[in-house]
């Protein structure tokens, strides 16, 4: 299995490197490496201490954030290097102040494994939610370096468990402590003889509630919202996005909507706008004091500003749930407003919990995003009840930053 494993990764370099004269994306991959090392070694040569946080992308990120900003404030003394594998993470949190330098993961092959260790020559390794890369984490594990696997969530479709599991679950063995979200993950390792697992939650719900209680004024929005409910859709895609604007044409409202779609480019909001009559719509960077009140749609153009948008929100809407997975809910959901989202959540332990409880809730068409949308618009009472569901939800969950950095340093 290791053999296939190395094939694998050398085979995803080659795939990469091919595609990056075509794809961005990929581009990116391949130019964000290069002098990687060097430059590496450049920045660090210097640190005495050192503590590494490893993050896939920019989801991963806002888990691994409140156990970076905390670890900070309880020892500012140790450096903090902060890795992406995705260039998504990377390209918007390249110049991260809470961390002292921020940079790529190679590929993981031996050699790049023990140049990473020697290099970084960490005291601790945090690795968040789901990243498993057998040699760099076999080198430290070697080097009797601890890592920590935080806001870990498993299930039974996961290779760990298959009958060829054995050789995926020999790189659990290399974490000293495994934080878990939920008790069905603990007991699901156990099952398989993972015993260094403690249920601390999910540290995302931690950053929310920060976010949220500490989350700047936007005086255009106010001026933009007036007396009229306001829709928040966040992190939309094109199918998202077309049933809105088919549910906003038909509607006639006399509510007001902001979009904040994923896609921030030029080409992307232009296609937003066309589809609105003249007059109706707002570019954020474009936009004056003056014309605030006059719009119905309010185009956020820029990132860095949806989870404070969601305060001003009576609902909300999260993209992603048409694509290949949900945006993040619990960004909403802290603020006490209802959560519509998409058919594609299953995944997400969050959406199903509100679902459940009331405060999230999942459509699959036009059909069931309507009543649903007048529901909640028509009778505001309604939308403050499961609201405050949303936020009871949020509210219960924070404290696993607190666990985790009791555990360690007990």
Known sequence: MRLIYYLAMN??????????PFNGKARLFVTGRKGLFRDLEDATAHWQRVVWFHCASLGEFEQGRPLMEAFR??????????TFFSPSGYQVRKNYQGAD???YLPIDTPAHARRMAAVVRP???FFIKYEYWYYLLHELHRRNIPIYLVSAIFNKEQAFFKWYGGWFRRMLSFYLKIFVQDDASRHLLNDYHIHHVSVSGDTRFDRVKKIAQSSPSLPFIDRFKGDAPLVVAGS????????????????????????????????????????????????WSEASGEEAGQARVLIIDTIGMLSSLYGYGQLAYVGGGFG???HNILEAATYGIPVIFGPNH?????????????????IHDYKELKPLMDDF???PGQAQAAGEIARSYVDARAGATHHILSEIFS
């Open 377 to 379: 618009i028509t009778h």
């Open 11 to 20: 085979a995803y370099r080659l795939m990469v490197w091919l595609a990056s």
């Open 123 to 125: 005291e601790q390794a």
């Open 101 to 103: 330098y921020v940079t």
């Open 73 to 82: 404030e309880r020892h500012p003394e140790v450096k903090i290097l902060l």
């Open 346 to 362: 299953g995944k997400f332990k969050e959406a199903m919990d509100l679902k459940t409880r009331g405060g999230g809730f999942a």
């Open 324 to 326: 290949k997975g949900l």
């Open 236 to 283: 939309t895609w094109p199918p998202d996005e077309q049933l809105l604007i088919s549910y906003f044409k038909e509607s006639k409202p006399s509510f007001k909507m902001v979009f904040a779609p994923h896609e921030v480019n030029r080409q992307n909001i232009e296609r937003i706008v066309s589809h609105f009559p003249d007059g109706e719509t707002l570019v």
